[in-house]
């Protein structure tokens, strides 16, 4: 019999009551709070005890815990968790999500970053040999795998490499776990790891967990969380979260969208789910002419459109979105070299539009993939600050101004 979901019944079979409680809706739907019958998140002992209890088994993992926050929570307890048990440095790709370097400043862990190269305008994943030389700096790696472009790092050499200089394997998965029922699936390599569950799987947005291998790092991870975690968290989320644990493995639209890939000449990654088209100049153009048509992809980062997949997606929809772009014109990927220039004393916000040849002394990119684009200390081209100003959302600015170092 399939499971029906611990929370998902809890609500069904919710009580008829007077809501005298938050939240202010009163509705008395499945938005509820923390009810004698609905357990808590902070200290569950019922459903969501149940709940988790089961999504742990179906990872593989020692303790699994329910977030209604997003990954980015998931991954600045992680990090906090790190440094709980006595880490101070942590390894990892310098083209990591913001979550990772902003977790690192709240958990006051030294971060080393790991330099890579980009290929064809993406940037690829840290060799085992870069990741053994930063290793040897600190006392954690963190990968992201799978990454916003489809690609994976080595995760087996990673594995043995921790295991040989007794260093933690954290992974941000935030895009990965639809992969629990393959071998790139991060729970068969990491000692704490997050699904972003929302993000390849049909959870509500927010929804997201966290696994620890070992239940001393359970420990270290709950107390982490307890610090990020809503007080409030969203039932019909967390319920969500549960049930993309029940879904079995969709064969058929897997092979249909590996097809497709070939067909159209995407980007070779080994993420099914991460439909990456090549469009260069044209990606703008592109863009403009699938929204008009009702057809949305994932991001636009000037080169790439990425169209993100998913179980459910249909076959059909996949049919659609190959008619219209096979009409579509592309163009070579545009790379440029990046070139860094000297950094000052003082900084001060400036436009865009006046900011090309100063250096760049903020992080900034576009959202998403909420890598990276101009990087502290690099000179501003005249091709990025074109991006970064066409980008219909963006990280790093403020009130369409770029942090720069100024001359005085």
Known sequence: MKHQG?????????????SFHT??????????????????????????????????????????FLITDGSTCGVHALLYALALAGGKTVAYSEFSHASVKSGCKLASLEAIEIPVKEKKGIPLQPTAKQMEQALLKADALLLTSP???GNFPDLAAARALCNRLGKLLLIDGAHGSHLRFGERYAGRYADIWIDGVHKSMPALTQGAAAFACTLGWAEF???????????????????????????????????????????????????????LVPFGEYAEGAQNYLQARGIYPEFNDGNYLMFYLSPCTKKGDLKKLEKHL?????????????CYGEKGRKTEWISLQESAGKVCAKECGLFPPCIPLLRK?????????????????????????????SEA
């Open 6 to 18: 611990f929370i998902a019944e809890m609500l069904r079979k919710q009580k008829k009551h007077l």
């Open 23 to 64: 939240p202010g809706h009163k509705r008395r739907g499945e938005d509820i709070t923390e009810l004698s019958y609905s357990d808590n998140l902070a200290s569950p002992a019922g459903v969501i005890a149940r709940a988790e209890e089961y999504i742990a088994q179906k990872a593989g993992a020692a303790r699994a």
């Open 147 to 149: 990454d916003y472009y």
């Open 221 to 275: 991870l709950q107390q982490a969380l307890a610090l990020f975690r809503t007080t409030s968290p969203s039932y019909p989320i967390m319920a969500s979260v549960e049930h993309c644990y029940t879904i079995a493995q969709n064969d058929k639209i897997e092979k249909h969208a590996q097809a497709l890939k070939e067909r159209i000449g995407a980007y070779p990654n080994a993420d099914w789910s991460k439909l």
């Open 326 to 338: 096979k009409k579509l014109p592309r163009a070579e990927v545009r790379t440029e070299p990046v």
């Open 377 to 405: 200390g690099e000179t501003i081209s005249k091709s990025k600050l074109n991006r970064l100003a066409k980008a219909a959302s963006a990280f790093g600015l403020k009130e369409g101004k770029i942090l720069v170092y």
